[in-house]
């Protein structure tokens, strides 16, 4: 049984910063796509960034770009857990934030059929 269990959320001004953990238990995911997507009240899920495994030691990371140049991930697969930086925080990036696994790839689209999913960490921007 795989699962994920997200932490980090929080309240926190526009301009700061929180740093976002997934713990993943059940499997190495070293060979995993690993995730974050999040969800504002009202809207669906969105996708946020991505480290997918492309063979090897190799990965790479591709964010949306609503985020790009502000939020970073990464992951340490010793402690199979990937991570969120999120800096120059908006009232826009307020949201419930989820983090996803897939075997080698995660794609942008959040889909509950392919995807693990954690149980999501609350974050809250205040302007």
């Known amino acids: 049984q795989v699962q994920l269990v997200e932490s980090g959320g929080g309240l926190v001004q526009a301009g700061g910063s929180l740093r976002l953990s997934c713990a993943a238990s059940g499997r190495s995911f070293s060979s995993y796509g690993l995730g974050w997507f999040r969800q504002a009240p009202g809207k669906e899920r969105e996708f946020v960034a991505r480290h997918n495994w492309s063979g090897g030691n190799t990965y790479y990371a591709d964010y949306a770009d609503s985020v790009k140049g502000r939020f970073t991930i990464s992951r340490d697969n010793a402690k199979n857990t990937v991570y969120l930086q999120m800096n120059s925080l908006k009232p826009e990036d307020t949201a419930v934030y989820y983090c996803?696994?897939?075997?080698?790839?995660?794609?942008?689209?959040?889909?509950?059929?392919?995807?693990?999913w954690g149980q999501g960490t609350q974050v809250t921007v205040s302007s």
């Open positions: 996803a696994a897939r075997w080698k790839t995660i794609a942008t689209i959040p889909s509950t059929r392919d995807n693990y």
